[in-house]
């Protein structure tokens, strides 16, 4: 697994959507979502609120079907949504820390519920506390950690639950600026160490230029992929990068693509208000 494949470079996509919809009663969530991910390959996901972002990584990680139409491959071969559970890790929108169990419990939870034995869950766990900065931390509870520890913690629990793809869903979306600049340096340090491919669903564009190999920006709901924006930018990613004529141009390409479709969902909802 090499972190410069993308589907343009004609490697076969470890994850790939064709016309994928989805509907919750009268909600159209998802409709005629296309969508390829290539080994190795850090994807962004943007798009307005409710336009189905959630919806789609329910699907990847196996917890939603998708509505009969579309198709779902994993590693080249066609498969339903169930089956892919368990095979993607996933970190939710919420972090889902359980309060009442300690750093390394709540970090153990998903490789321990897979039925790694705790003893050796714990010591797993213990050897990657410094790489997440939570050393010396293993016994606090979550009530006693920072926002950012926090969400540190919880992937850490995504991290040591060994799979290809990492479903992120806006992990950075309630920490403060600061705190978000050190986590999205911090990730891509560790995402080039352990050679995972990402698919990370942020609603901050810098973010999204800054981490992705490639920006997917959706459309309002229903949601499918509006524009899909490969980002050319050096690797590592330095913080100044902000400031450079091609992370502008990118931004300005993808403010456009979003403002647009948020004035769609905005009069869509006042329409409906007024009806
Ligand atoms: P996003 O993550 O982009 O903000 P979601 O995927 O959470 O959007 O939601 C997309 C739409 O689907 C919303 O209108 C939401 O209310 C609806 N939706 C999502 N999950 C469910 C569900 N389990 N039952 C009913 N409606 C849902
Ligand atoms: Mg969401």
Redesign the pocket.
């Known amino acids: 697994m090499v972190n410069d494949l993308s589907p343009a470079h004609g490697s076969p996509a470890l994850l790939e959507l064709r016309g994928i919809h989805k509907t919750?009663?009268g909600?159209t969530?998802l409709q005629g979502l296309d969508a390829s991910i290539a080994p190795g390959e850090f994807v962004t996901v943007v798009?307005p609120?409710?336009?189905?972002?959630?919806?789609?990584f329910n699907i990847v990680a196996g917890l939603e079907e998708p509505d009969a139409g579309g198709t779902l491959r994993f590693e080249g071969r066609e498969c339903r949504a169930a089956e892919l559970l368990g095979r993607v890790s996933f970190m939710p929108q919420r972090d889902l820390l359980l309060p009442w169990r300690t750093v390394i419990d709540n970090a153990i939870l998903a490789i321990e519920v897979e039925g790694t034995p705790r003893k050796q869950a714990r010591e797993q766990a213990l050897r990657m506390l410094p790489e997440f900065g939570l050393a010396g931390f293993e016994n606090q509870y979550p009530h006693q950690l920072s926002g950012g520890m926090r969400q540190r913690v919880a992937l850490m629990r995504t991290f040591l639950f060994k799979r290809d793809l990492m479903l992120l869903d806006e992990p950075f979306g309630a920490l403060d600026a600061l705190t978000r600049t050190m986590m999205q340096r911090w990730l891509l340090d560790v995402w080039q160490k352990h050679r995972r491919t990402i698919l990370f669903i942020t609603h901050d564009v810098d973010e999204a230029i800054f981490l992705g190999d490639r920006v997917l920006v959706m459309t309002a709901?229903p949601?499918k992929v509006k524009l899909e924006q490969p980002v050319t930018l050096p690797r590592p990613r330095r913080p100044d990068l902000v400031t450079e004529p091609e992370f502008i141009r990118i931004k300005r390409v993808l403010l456009d693509a979003i403002e647009e479709e948020s004035m769609k969902s905005f009069t869509a909802t006042a329409v409906a208000a007024a009806a």
Do not use: E, I, M
């Not at 609120?49 to 919806?55: A, E, I, L, N, R």
């Open positions: 919750f009663g909600v969530a798009g609120s409710g336009c189905g972002k959630s919806t789609l709901r949601g």
